[in-house]
């Protein structure tokens, strides 16, 4: 069984109003948070993002993915991370979450089995689709759900079988949308 780490960062931050995934955060660029997590964690991981973003990521070429159609949404992103990836299971999670780590991403992973497509932290009563695991045999359920014209992560959910985890911590599942969520933030350490 294998897994790959997709960082999706290939949004507009239209909210933010510049690409966020680059703003400082603990010292580093924010999307270094989730890079950190999989590292740690001992996952190999892409950041799927596009062209005109690429040359802003340091990191090792073969570890960016550049989507062919921009600001088409994570679900076409992951289709398309699927479609080059050979791994069985891919863990999804947005470039803008300050306070992931590896702890969490290994919990999620312990819930793998054979028997789900996917499997959605929930906190609050809200799931988490943009940190959550998706199994590559649902890459036919995605493509259908896309040809419908339907963006959105929780369209698939009532066709593939979803294992929803309870988490207690909704701070791990906290993004930055705007210039303002950073001050709250920012003196708040991300490490385990």
Do not use: C
Request: charged share 20%; proline share 6%.
């Amino acid at each position: 069984m294998t897994i790959t780490g997709v960082i999706l960062a290939g949004g507009q931050s239209s909210r933010f109003g510049k690409p966020k995934m680059f703003e400082m955060w603990q010292g580093e660029p924010l999307y270094m948070t989730a890079v950190q997590a999989f590292q740690r964690a001992d996952l190999p991981y892409v950041i799927s993002t596009n062209a005109q973003l690429a040359a802003r990521f340091h990191v090792p070429e073969h570890a960016l993915f550049i989507e062919e159609h921009t600001f088409e949404g994570p679900l076409y992103a992951l289709s398309e991370v699927m479609k080059q990836h050979t791994s069985d299971w891919f863990f999804v999670v947005a470039a803008d979450m300050p306070f992931l780590n590896a702890t969490f991403v290994q919990k999620l992973t312990a819930h793998i089995s054979e028997n789900i497509d996917a499997i959605v932290p929930y906190a609050d009563e809200q799931v988490q689709p943009l940190a959550a695991l998706y199994h590559r045999r649902i890459l036919p359920i995605i493509e259908k759900t896309l040809q419908e014209k339907r963006k959105s992560m929780r369209a698939i959910f009532p066709h593939i079988r979803v294992q929803q985890v309870p988490f207690s911590n909704q701070k791990t599942f906290t993004n930055i949308n705007y210039v303002a969520d950073w001050p709250q933030h920012e003196k708040e350490s991300h490490h385990e």
